[in-house]
């Protein structure tokens, strides 16, 4: 891993941007002429762009002449193009600290994103150690050598380097335009839903949303976006990590230090212990091991009664205790009348339900 920082922060160097050390976890920068920006936990604003680190999610809504770089280990980095904004950079970094290619830069929303520099003739505008780009909700990638190019363009990786590079046949492209295609119809602004929550994606009624707001509130975590919480999406192991973190106060952990991330897996192995190995951030968190580590982090208390599940007689003693517990304290009623399904992924809006319901 150091080696590959190493490698990545010469890279940076070359290009002469003014990056800082990067810690061994998620990182973005945005950089303007007289400024710089990171971030390695919560949710930043600034003028044009928002970042929320807990989906490792950056939008853009009217950035205007910035660089930008997404540093990442293990997860895949998303970029929202606001709807109805056009936003002009004059670099795209992509880093993947992992060093590895399966981790692509999502870019979606409405919006339009140019980036141009018609001097980046050696690195091109858009490059870096991840050459991979996911293209939703319609949005397509056209550019070239000069502005207002539109033919294809291909990734090409560099030998003796971690980098790829965008090319237009065999340069590197100087102009990069990412948005709807040409004739396509701007999408509908629908009107937010009223929720409690402040979130579009949370109606007032739903059984997430008593949840959400607290957690909000104490901020455990914060939205996807300014406004949607995804209470749908799987929780990632880090994420969950840090969400039981916040929630015990923000305690320094023993042998700890670094970003949030770090301080709550450290908490997590050291101090709490529902840990026994540093699991892979980027992993899927399941309905069982989050009732386990609430379950550890309450003192493993026992359960009066035993769950009428017929889906976990194959688990262990601890975690049977800690769906008993969970049951019978009102944390979960499981999945059906008569499954828990351990193994199924904990998304945003039951881990956050999970652990209200845990400490009311």
Known sequence: M????????????SLALAVPALADGQSVFIMFPNDEFESTVGSKTGTGWSFDFDAFTLTLNGITDAKVILSHLGTDPTVVLAPGTTNTLTSFMMDSLSGEEGYPTVFKGSGELIISDPSATENGVLHGSSGSIKLQDGLTMTGGTKEGDSGKLTFKKFSGYPLYKLMAGDKPATYVRIGPAAGAKPAETQKPAASSTGFTDVAANSPYAEAIKWAVGKKITTGKTATTFGP??????????????????????TNGYGNDMDMAEMWALNDAGYMDRLDDRSDTCTRLWFVYALWVVAGQPAASKTAAFTDVSDLNDDGRAAINWAVEKGVTTGKTADTFA????????????FLYRAVK
């Open 232 to 253: 749908g999406d799987p929780c990632t192991m880090g994420q969950a990590n840090i969400f039981l973190w916040r929630n015990a106060g923000r305690p320094e952990p």
């Open 342 to 353: 351990p193994f199924d992924p904990c998304t945003r809006g039951q881990i956050v339900t």
């Open 2 to 13: 150091k080696k590959v920082i190493s490698l990545l922060l010469a890279l940076a160097l």
